[in-house]
Each structure stands twice: as structure tokens, then as C-alpha cells.
């Protein structure tokens, strides 16, 4: 079907993927997906959270800004839309910290900058700022860290930065995981996957 993204559900019992403009979802165990939502613009990436509600990135003419929509189904609202008067150009990458609740994503701004911030209701905080690369796809780590690829579309590898998630504060400097590697996930257990860079055309998925 031309799938392009893949994300769990908080329980891990179903798997939300991503067909051109349309949200859908497949049990676990089995049995047909069935759509969760069609936008009116293509979604690059999307995130479920503790509250049965799914984040997703949704292109737009001049800017991508977040969706939610229940996992549900029906209507779709926007979630977070970028402020120009801030600098702010785009929103990408949103994915739910542990509880569920709170929201990292990633910020490109007007003068080229890209940012990773949290969200957590009317609170922002900011996790790492980039004059010149792209900070994309991040990852929360059970060992207290943000994992990150950084440079798009070429990576410059796989960064994390410590943070406290209870605090949600950053607790020391970023530092290099692996040169080569590219969109990082990590599981509750703590393990990495992530993509690794063979050579100039070939990419491959490796479990460390």
C-alpha cells in the first residue's frame, strides 16, 4: 500500500502506520487495519499517546505543523501550528515521552536553525539547538538520554543528550553514539535500533 511510517500504540497491542494522506491501524494479534483518519495533506509521521490520542506531522503549502486525532477515529484538530512572529517554520518528528503526555518534537526555524523542544501542556522546554543541521527523529532513552540523528538528509550520526524526563530538564552535553547511524528507536528494555549507513546508495537496519 505504500506504507512510509510505522509507530506502536502505548500498549504495544496495535501498530498505527502512515498511506500517503491516511492514518491507519492493525491489531497485533491479527486481523484486517482498518483507517483511522484521512487528512486533506500527506502525513510524513505520527505518534501515540497515553490518552488513546495520535500526534501527526501533516504537510502543508508553507509549513508542517501537528495534528491530533483519537485513535478512534473521527475528526481531526490542530495540535501545535508554527508562530513566524517566533521564527518557527516547521514542526516534524513528534513522538510521546514515557507518560504518554508529554511531547518532543523538532523545530526548523526561519534563519535555518533547527531545534528539539518538549511539550508538556503550556510548557516548553528546550532540549538542543542547531545552528546549521537538522536534528530529526528523536528518541527517548530508559537510560536518562534523548537520542537524535543529526544532518538531514545525510546524517552526521546518532547524538543523545542526557535529560531528565521527571525534571524534564537537560542534564549534561550532547555526545556522538555511533558515526553512521540514522533515525534512532529505542525499546522500554533500553534497546537501540537504528539505520546504519553502508555505503553510498545502501542502508540497513541493525540491532545493537
Not at 37 to 52: I, K, M, N, Y
Not at 168 to 173: A, E, I, L, P, R
Amino acid at each position: 500500500e505504500g506504507v512510509h511510517f510505522a509507530f506502536w500504540s502505548p500498549q504495544s497491542d496495535y501498530v498505527g502506520y502512515l498511506v500517503e494522506d491516511t492514518i491507519r491501524k492493525s491489531a497485533v494479534k491479527g486481523g484486517a487495519s482498518t483507517t483511522v483518519h484521512t487528512f486533506s495533506q500527506r502525513v510524513l509521521e505520527a505518534t501515540w499517546g497515553a490518552d488513546d490520542m495520535i500526534i501527526a506531522e501533516v504537510t502543508g503549502r508553507e509549513y508542517n505543523e501537528l495534528m491530533q486525532v483519537s485513535a478512534q477515529g473521527g475528526s481531526a484538530q490542530v495540535y501545535l501550528t508554527p508562530d513566524s512572529t517566533q521564527g518557527e517554520d516547521s514542526f516534524f518528528s513528534p513522538r510521546f515521552l514515557p507518560d504518554g503526555r508529554a511531547l518532543i518534537f523538532g523545530i526548523t526555524r526561519l534563519n535555518g536553525a533547527s531545534e528539539l523542544v518538549v511539550q508538556d501542556e503550556a510548557n516548553r522546554t528546550s532540549l538542543i539547538y542547531d545552528a546549521t543541521l537538522l536534528l530529526a527523529f528523536p528518541a527517548y532513552s530508559p537510560s536518562g538520554h534523548v537520542l537524535y540523528q543529526r544532518g538531514w538528509p545525510r546524517s552526521d550520526g546518532i547524538w543523545a543528550i542526557p535529560y531528565d524526563v521527571s525534571a524534564s530538564t537537560v542534564t549534561g552535553d550532547p555526545f556522538l553514539v555511533t558515526q553512521r547511524g540514522m533515525a534512532p528507536s529505542v525499546s522500554k528494555d533500553g534497546t537501540l535500533v537504528f539505520g546504519s549507513f553502508q555505503g553510498p546508495a545502501d542502508v540497513q537496519l541493525v540491532l545493537v
